[in-house]
């Protein structure tokens, strides 16, 4: 069996979420945004083909 040491919990580093909103009103008004802790990491710079359709999938994939 391999084994990793785990580190000190004031060094792991902080998880990364990944948001998908809506931004407004009209079609293409779907973001998606990659936060650290409540640093931004990046962001789409336009709404995005899929959007809705993976918004509404997790959510009811959180909802079960």
Do not use: C
Not at 3 to 22: C, F, V
Not at 42 to 54: K, L, T, W
């Amino acid at each position: 069996m391999l084994t990793k040491p785990l580190r000190p919990a004031h060094e792991a580093p902080e998880a990364k979420e990944i948001r998908i909103s809506r931004e407004g009103s009209g079609r293409n008004s779907w973001r998606w945004t990659i936060w650290q802790g409540s640093t931004l990491v990046a962001r789409s710079p336009d709404g995005f083909p899929g959007a809705e359709a993976a918004y509404e999938a997790g959510r009811r994939v959180l909802n079960r």
